[in-house]
């Protein structure tokens, strides 16, 4: 089937681009940016004063204890032997 026959039947079906949605969504996180940007500058003693932007997303990280302590009790032991 030629590439031309099956975009017009993917489109017929109601599939569409997903670089079409990928674009839409980061045009409205810059959107955002933007706006969140707009609203925190300020000009004082004739300069602009802007905060970081960060993203508000709270990431949570892996607790890795378990693995510091084995690599700890292993140099250790390595320490121990090469004495």
């Known amino acids: 089937m030629s590439d031309y026959k099956s975009r017009n039947r993917s489109k017929s079906l109601g599939i569409q681009n997903y670089n079409y949605w990928n674009n ?46 084995g690599r700890l009790k292993a140099l250790i032991r390595r320490f121990h032997v090469d004495k």
């Open 24 to 69: 839409l969504k980061l045009m409205m996180k810059t959107h955002e940016a933007l706006k969140h940007f707009k609203e925190v500058i300020t000009k004082q003693n004739g300069r602009y004063q802007v905060v970081w932007l960060w993203k508000d997303s709270t990431v949570n990280l892996n607790d890795n204890c378990g693995l510091c302590l």
